[in-house]
């Protein structure tokens, strides 16, 4: 059989970012087989010090965060250091950054300054709001875009405050956005000869994850609320209690499942019911059939409710916390925990890339380094002096 380099292989990332959002963008591509050059100065991202620490000072999470990159040290205020990024961007595929808008273009390391040296360079830009608008130079964090995208909005229940999703949403999503950005300008840069700019804002990513709330509203003025963990356009779509103590996901919200669904609860009459016998009238009388369906699984401890679910076609899965993920035997079964060593020889344990190939290997080398680690054999490989 033929053997084939990662998807990326060959193509190199100056990062220029710091936190969760660009470097997430710059783990996927590393996970693809880019060259993902991390540049950090002495004091190093503040990721570094988010969460419990490792013995070394740096958290298990950026360990995690910044798999299979390259760490170098430059200082971005220093006149000189600039001019050595430069250099290292004018060789790159790729530069990926989440400054503040403007802040690299006063640095000679925007975009225009850039392209006129290398017109195949994809630049990728994150931030709060994108590149312009009013509020292009406000400061912007997930927090703040998963909040005015409305995504905290409709979370939570209706009678309490809007609650925020237990991961940094917003900066995940933008990551996603941005390396899909890439990819196009990549295969746009192959068949036309040029690069591009990618402008990705963290709010307009999670404006993005509003489903149906937008055409909702400027079709029929509806504004959506806080339904707790009932699904307002379908059902029976809710997590149940188990008599274990746990919790059960079940969405049974086709008619079809919905049959198979009341056969397995030992309820087929269920289905015939005039107030459950079609989706919308399910949801309308959805605290009705909830209750029905609590009733049934708080008789049954959550893994054997999954497995009479499973054995009867009905999509349903018990609440994991992390301990439990990672005894899952799916979970196990496709490597989705992977384990990485740092510099230190600690295992890192972190997450397989999601995206996988029949042909091509993904890439899972090293947890992240240290602050400069790779600095001299990079400017040696690439031939770029330090004076």
């Not at 990618?198 to 029929?220: K, N, W």
């Not at 269920?270 to 016998?277: I, N, S, T």
């Not at 042909?359 to 002096?385: F, K, Q, W, Y």
Request: glycine share 10%.
């Amino acid at each position: 059989m033929t053997s084939y380099r990662p998807p990326l292989d060959g193509i190199r990332v100056l990062e220029l970012g710091s936190s969760v959002a660009g470097p997430a963008a710059g783990r996927l591509l590393a996970d693809l087989g880019a060259d993902v050059i991390k540049v950090e100065s002495d004091e190093g991202d503040g990721l570094r010090t988010w969460g419990p620490p490792a013995a070394d000072g740096t958290s298990w999470w950026f360990k995690s965060h910044n798999r299979n990159k390259r760490f170098v040290k430059f200082d971005l205020h220093a006149e000189a250091d600039r001019r050595t990024v430069r250099e290292i961007a004018l060789r790159s595929d790729i530069v990926l950054e989440n400054f503040r808008p403007g802040r690299l273009d006063a640095w000679g390391l925007g975009y225009d300054s850039l392209r006129a040296e290398n017109p195949r360079l994809v630049y990728a830009s994150i931030s709060g709001y994108g590149q312009d608008g009013p509020y292009r130079n406000r400061t912007g964090f997930g927090n703040i875009a998963e909040s005015m995208s409305g995504l905290r909005y409709v979370t939570g229940y209706p009678d309490r405050p809007p609650v925020r999703v237990g991961v940094s949403l917003a900066d995940e999503l933008a990551a996603l956005y941005c390396v899909v950005g890439i990819q196009a300008a990549l295969l746009a840069r192959e068949r036309d000869g040029v690069g591009d700019y990618v402008d990705i804002s963290l709010l307009e990513s999670s404006i993005a994850l509003t489903q149906g709330m937008l055409a909702e509203y400027e079709a029929l003025g509806i504004v959506r609320e806080r339904s707790g963990n009932a699904h307002n356009a379908v059902a029976p779509s809710n997590i149940y209690p188990t008599r274990d103590g746990r919790w059960i996901a079940i969405g049974a919200n086709a008619n079809s499942l919905f049959r198979r669904f009341t056969a397995a609860m030992g309820r087929p009459e269920l289905a015939g019911d005039p107030r459950f016998r079609d989706n919308r009238r399910r949801t309308e009388h959805g605290a009705e059939i909830d209750a029905l369906i609590s009733e049934w699984t708080i008789t049954l401890d959550a893994d054997d409710a999954s497995s009479i679910l499973a054995d009867a076609g009905v999509p349903a899965g018990p609440v994991y916390s992390i301990a439990d993920i990672v005894a899952d035997e799916q979970v196990r079964s496709r490597g989705v925990v992977r384990y990485l060593s740092d510099d230190a020889g600690n295992r890192v344990a972190t997450t397989a890339p999601v995206t996988r190939f029949r042909a091509h290997p993904t890439v899972s080398n090293h947890a992240a380094r240290a602050i400069g680690a790779d600095t001299a054999a990079v400017l040696e490989e690439l031939g770029i002096g330090t004076s």
